[in-house]
């Protein structure tokens, strides 16, 4: 089973200030996931953005955490306190976390905190942590900048157990990413709120939040998602030729391989699908607002979803610009679900046929069918969105 890190990540800013100035960066591939959180105040090398971007750039080269580690810590001074934690995991389950003048990786299993085994030295003139462990299905972890963990009260530090103890009940019920983020973040500022200052200080003190940026990245460890998309016919080999036989039984037998959702973008699609599958394409009864902007979906056994082609994907590409998150898309026509869809998933293949409707085209030859130019301009946003996106045509 391969597994999937999913995160988030949240800035506080300072009242002073219009930004945070703690830098977080974090990438994904089906190998490789990484989390870099560096705190503000940095003054080398263009700053903790500039920290940041060096060792995220190593990384995505394939050089080792350890060599990444020691180039970084080369770079800043003995006398600069200049607080980063990077966390890499390789193959969905292979962990190293390493802390330099950090706050502690926070990691918590079906509720319950964990105490990572951890290796100290002082190198560079900075105190440096390292650990090597194994995720599993479930896992929370989290990463913090420095100016989250501070004394409560002014009469003991308060940390992880705290929080652990505050949101056991919700890591223990496989919250998500963006769940724990919230927690975390609400945790921190009732614990804030609890801060008085010392008996003859003067009423009014500033919060820990104006004393210095808080960045928070909470991850949730779970099984990647997949879809596949078919959208069009193949285009024919000869041009004496209406349909493309073998192309379709291809595509077609891609798309039920697939383990997750199966979606069908396209009328014409759906009833090569129906025709190769035996089976009954039927037309769903409409949503409460009809099919006011979005043409009407399809049921057909075997598939998650069967929509309208050109139409439905583009109004989807506006559904997903406009939402955050999945929960914001709250419509049940078929462009709302087939972007749930979509943002649901991790890993995303399109099948796109190259057959020409002469009345969908995008350019003046006729050439290109704009079902193309639809599909390439989702691949783009679901790219930026971090998913891990390919296509193959026919």
């Known amino acids: ?57 190593m990384l995505k080269q394939g050089i080792l955490l350890k060599q990444v580690v020691d180039a970084l810590l080369s770079a800043l001074p003995k006398d600069k306190h200049i607080p980063f934690s990077i966390l890499e995991i390789l193959d969905g389950n292979r962990a190293s976390v390493v802390e330099c003048d950090a706050p502690p990786l926070f990691m918590a299993r079906q509720g319950q905190l964990l105490s990572l ?13 390292e650990c090597q462990f194994t995720v599993k299905d479930g896992d929370h972890i989290a990463m913090v900048s420095e100016g989250y963990i501070r004394a409560r009260g002014r009469i003991r530090p308060w940390g992880w157990r705290d929080i652990a103890d505050s949101i056991r009940r919700l890591t223990g019920t496989r919250c998500d990413a963006e769940q724990l983020l919230g927690a975390l973040v609400r945790s921190y500022e009732r614990l804030a709120q609890g801060e008085r200052g010392a008996p ?3 009423r009014g003190a500033k919060s820990l939040t104006s004393q210095k940026g808080v960045s928070v990245v909470a991850m949730f460890v779970r099984p990647i998602r997949t879809a596949t998309v078919w959208s069009g016919p193949p285009a024919s080999q000869r041009k004496s030729e209406i349909q493309n036989p073998k192309s379709e039984r291809e595509m077609l037998e891609k798309l039920m391989a697939e383990p997750g959702a199966r979606i069908l973008c396209g009328d014409t699609t ?13 037309m769903e009864p409409p949503p409460e607002d009809g099919w006011a902007e979005v043409p009407p979906v ?97």
């Open 117 to 129: 085994p951890v290796l100290e030295e002082v190198s560079h003139g900075h105190l440096v942590r």
């Open 1 to 57: 089973m391969r597994l999937w890190i999913e995160s988030a990540h949240q800035s506080l800013v300072r009242e002073e200030a219009a930004v945070c100035d703690d830098a977080i960066s974090t990438f994904q591939t089906e190998k490789q996931f990484f989390a870099i959180l560096v705190s503000g105040g940095c003054q080398v090398g263009g700053g903790a953005v500039s920290v940041a971007e060096k060792a995220a750039s």
């Open 200 to 202: 003859g200080e003067e």
């Open 298 to 394: 399809s049921r057909l056994e075997g598939l998650s979803l069967v929509t309208e082609g050109v139409v439905t994907m583009g109004k989807a590409r506006e559904r997903m610009a406009g939402a955050q998150r999945i929960r914001d898309l709250r419509q049940e026509d078929g462009a709302t679900r087939l972007a749930r869809l979509l943002l649901t998933a991790d890993k995303i293949h399109f099948l796109v046929g190259l057959a020409i409707n002469p009345a969908q085209v995008a350019d003046k030859a006729g050439k290109v069918p704009l079902r193309r130019i639809v599909i390439e301009d989702l691949m783009t946003d679901l790219k930026a969105r971090g998913k891990i996106v390919s296509v193959e045509y026919f």
């Open 270 to 282: 759906a009833e090569i699908a129906a025709r190769l599958l035996g089976a009954e394409l039927a």
